[in-house]
């Protein structure tokens, strides 16, 4: 079965930056909307950005500012520029694709931790 894959989680200083890659293990035909949501233990998974076909973009309001999403159409991949990281900025971070068809997708997720 076609997974989303992640990649460039890891473990950063407060204050410093990682990009997140997001991209599908197969074939996966018209893909609407792509998006990031986090995951800490004991909390609802949060919607942390998301973008759709077109380019339109909307954010967390925690992250704005901060995050930029951003993706490659042609090849059904969606990246996550992270700046000026905090500590609660702490969880696992999933990737999720939607076709027009609304078939879900789902990553199985990149741990990124931000130290003080």
């Known amino acids: 079965q076609v997974q989303l894959v992640e990649s460039g989680g890891g473990l950063v200083q407060a204050g410093g930056s990682l990009t997140l890659s997001c991209t599908p293990s197969?074939?996966?035909?018209?893909?609407?909307?792509m998006g990031w949501y986090r995951q800490v233990p004991g909390k609802q998974r949060e919607l942390v950005a998301r973008i759709t076909s077109g380019g339109s973009t909307n954010y967390a309001d925690s992250v704005k500012g901060r995050f930029t999403i951003s993706r490659d159409n042609v090849k059904n991949t969606v990246f996550l520029q992270m700046n000026s990281l905090k500590p609660e900025d702490t969880a696992v971070y999933l990737c999720?694709?939607?076709?027009?068809?609304?078939?879900?997708?789902w990553g199985q997720g990149t741990q990124v931790t931000v130290s003080s």
């Open positions: 197969g074939t996966i035909f018209s893909i609407n909307t």
């Open positions: 999720n694709g939607i076709t027009w068809g609304l078939e879900t997708y």
